[in-house]
């Protein structure tokens, strides 16, 4: 048997996730597609049902980062606590 150890993401970095997906101008199935995510994970995350690991929060950011506004402050939050995440 196989066991996989998963660092999960800090509650800060869940809430900028979550408020960054939240302000996002684009659907939600678009911003999956633009991240390599399904869109049942990218809902999951945005409702808090579940927690992304640094490496979908960097994802998220990254399909941020060239939308405008909100979108893209979010993109910058998320990578400010994706520094401050234990390594």
């Given at each position: 048997?196989?066991?996989?150890?998963?660092?999960?993401?800090?509650?800060?970095?869940?809430?900028?996730?979550?408020?960054?997906l939240k302000s996002s101008p684009v659907t939600l199935r678009e911003l999956a597609r633009?991240?390599?995510?399904?869109?049942?994970?990218?809902?999951?995350?945005?409702?808090?049902?579940?927690?992304?690991?640094?490496?979908?929060?960097?994802?998220?950011?990254?399909?941020?980062?060239?939308?405008?506004?909100?979108?893209?402050?979010?993109?910058?939050?998320?990578?400010?606590?994706?520094?401050?995440?234990?390594?």
């Amino acid at each position: 048997m196989c066991r996989h150890i998963v660092h999960m993401a800090s509650p800060k970095l869940v809430r900028a996730v979550q408020s960054a997906l939240k302000s996002s101008p684009v659907t939600l199935r678009e911003l999956a597609r633009r991240a390599g995510l399904s869109p049942s994970l990218t809902a999951y995350v945005k409702r808090g049902k579940r927690t992304p690991t640094p490496t979908v929060a960097a994802r998220l950011a990254k399909a941020l980062e060239g939308l405008a506004g909100e979108a893209a402050v979010g993109a910058k939050t998320i990578r400010r606590a994706l520094r401050q995440e234990p390594k």
